[in-house]
């Protein structure tokens, strides 16, 4: 298997040393890991891609490529320059650092590459780990991704739903704020919405008087009810999204057609 890996967190980051040894189970012996990743961190740049200016790219070693872009954009890179006479067989994001469940999912550069790679026709899954202080100050904080990432990733290239035609299916997979030992297993779970918190601005003035917003979270640890990314991750399990780039209300057509007819 052929294996593209990028994130959004940078190619220095340490979860993608983590997604690296997920890939490398999977692609097997005689299998071809990837690396195009942003050159530098692009955390919260969703599905951007760099559509008013050219994109530099820089060859590190064999197989590993630093774009000045966005995650997105890596794919693209990937799909018609780096990888274009072999193109990947599957793409793996992250593994973020922080979790992409809930609304947050609505911002990540991290599912903003699987996205692209589904609109290119390409199976893609997005791994992220979810902090917390059972986990952010263990000695590899990405110990759950580390341990149960390979086998959460064969799980769904196995038994998952992969669609073909507009719109293919795609994957968002969150690791709880545990240590690896402490993860009771996976479950398949709807994006969550964190009610009561959200992002917003906080104005500061710098030493030489000019004005800046500081773009700030609200609190992660706010679960969003029965059956969501959220709440399963903060009971202790793996959460798996399947995800559509198609933002089409579907099930307000019939109705609002009925209004406006």
């Given amino acids: 298997m052929r294996i593209l890996i990028t994130n959004d967190d940078g190619i220095t ?3 993608l040393a983590t997604l690296t040894a997920i890939a490398q189970k999977i692609a097997g012996p005689g299998g071809e890991v990837w690396t195009v990743a942003p050159a530098f961190e692009k955390s919260g740049v969703g599905h951007c891609i760099n559509y008013a200016h050219p994109t530099l790219i820089s060859k590190l070693e064999d197989r590993r490529y630093a774009v000045d872009g966005n995650p997105a954009d890596c794919v693209l890179a990937a799909l018609y320059d780096v990888m274009q006479d072999s193109p990947p067989d599957l793409v793996l994001s992250g593994v973020n650092r922080g979790n992409n469940a809930a609304d947050n999912t609505l911002y990540s550069g991290t599912i903003g590459a699987v996205m692209e790679a589904a609109l290119q026709g390409v199976p893609g899954i997005a791994l992220s780990q979810f902090f917390g202080p059972a986990n952010r100050d263990l000695a590899d904080p990405f110990d759950a991704a580390a341990v149960h990432g390979a086998a959460t990733v064969r799980a769904l290239l196995d038994h998952g739903i992969w669609t073909e035609g507009d719109y293919r299916v795609f994957y ?7 240590p690896a030992a402490d993860v009771k297993g996976h479950k398949v779970a709807a994006q969550g919405f964190r009610r009561d918190t959200r992002f917003g601005m906080t104005p500061t003035t710098a030493p030489n008087g000019r004005r800046y917003l500081w773009v700030k979270g609200g609190p992660q640890d706010v679960a969003t009810g029965p059956g969501t990314d959220v709440t399963a991750n903060l009971d202790g399990y ?10 089409t209300a579907h099930d307000l057509l019939s109705d609002l057609n009925g209004r406006l007819s």
Wanted: avoid cysteine.
């Fill in 172 to 178: 968002n997979v969150n690791f709880p704020p545990i």
């Fill in 13 to 15: 980051a340490p979860g």
């Fill in 238 to 247: 793996t959460s798996i999204t399947p995800m559509r780039a198609d933002l």
